[in-house]
């Protein structure tokens, strides 16, 4: 019985020491595995890193994008014209009728002599229409004087120079009297309570000079506004249609008519002119020619 009893126990020991061999072989079959077929090993992570890293560009290849550009280098250059694209367009602008010509005239004085024949005419036939009641011829020393063009308020003469002509002196019968314009000092206010300057220009005449013609035109004599310097000063009748009753002394200034004319030579020497028209009442039709000398 002790034989068999230990033969067991023998048994049972070895069996013990079978299973734990076994045991540990299975468990080192077991990491072996897991090294090369599992997760992966240090040597695994490190090959990994190498191929990624020489995969990667290098900082030295790397290419810097370009900065975008702002909105004000995005803008579209502005064109400057050229030279003769400037000519042409300078060369389009209007030109003022003498153009700097004229203004060389600016200051000039004329003296000389003016011949003036006046048709009078009266209503004082039956019927009431006018007709030719004399004539007469005169002459006068007159003047001729041209200027810068004159400017009041924020207007200024379009003339290419102001013009005044004086045939005889103010009061004198037969007198006669030009003016291109004048300033004329006006209510700051108009009849409305609103407010203008009252430095009003009245232009009178339109003068075109070029090439030394002169051809002046009375385009409007503003009898409206009261302002008339273009006169012929002329003596009238104590009583209409009663000449034995004589005239008054001195004269009686008439306003001349739109459509007087003032035309000839004129240049920085002399000038040599006809003047030729008529007065808003009818009374009177005059011509005279005026030769001056620059002085």
């Known amino acids: 019985m002790a034989a068999m009893t230990r033969v067991r126990r023998v048994s049972t020991v070895v069996r013990v020491r079978l299973i734990a061999t076994v045991c540990a072989g299975l468990l080192c079959a077991s990491l072996a595995g897991c090294g090369t077929h599992g997760s992966p090993t240090a040597e695994a992570s490190t090959a990994s890193a190498g191929t ?5 560009p290098s900082s030295a290849a790397a290419s ?3 900065p975008t550009p702002s909105v004000g280098e995005l803008a579209t250059p502005t ?19 003498g153009g700097s010509e004229a203004s060389a005239l600016w200051g000039k004085a004329y003296s000389g002599t ?16 006018r007709h030719l009641a004399g004539s007469q011829t005169y002459s006068m020393n007159s003047t001729l004087n041209l200027g810068r063009p004159e400017a009041g308020g924020d207007q200024t003469e379009s003339n290419p120079f102001s013009m005044l002509f004086a045939a005889g002196y103010a009061s004198q019968a037969g007198a006669v009297s030009f003016r291109s ?7 700051s206010q108009d009849l409305a309570g609103n407010y203008r300057d009252p430095n009003l220009l009245l232009t009178y005449w339109d003068i075109d000079w070029s090439g030394g013609e002169l051809d002046a035109r009375l385009t409007d004599p503003h009898a409206r506004e009261a302002v008339v310097p273009n006169l012929l000063n002329w003596p009238g009748l104590l009583v209409a249609c009663r000449s034995d009753l004589g005239q008054m002394p001195g004269g009686f200034p008439h306003a001349l008519a739109a459509g007087t004319t003032f035309t000839g030579r004129l240049d920085g ?6 003047a030729e028209g008529s007065t808003v009442d009818g009374v009177v039709a005059f011509k005279f020619t005026f030769d001056g000398t620059a002085s």
């Open 64 to 66: 810097t994008p370009d």
């Open 181 to 187: 314009s004048s300033v004329s000092t006006v209510s």
């Open 79 to 97: 064109e400057t014209p050229t030279t003769e694209e400037a000519t042409t367009a300078a060369s389009q602008e209007p030109v003022q009728a």
């Open 52 to 56: 990624l890293a020489s995969a990667a």
């Open 269 to 274: 020497s002399g000038a040599s002119l006809t």
């Open 114 to 129: 003016a011949s003036v024949s006046v048709d009078i005419y009266d209503y004082c036939s039956t019927d009431g229409s």
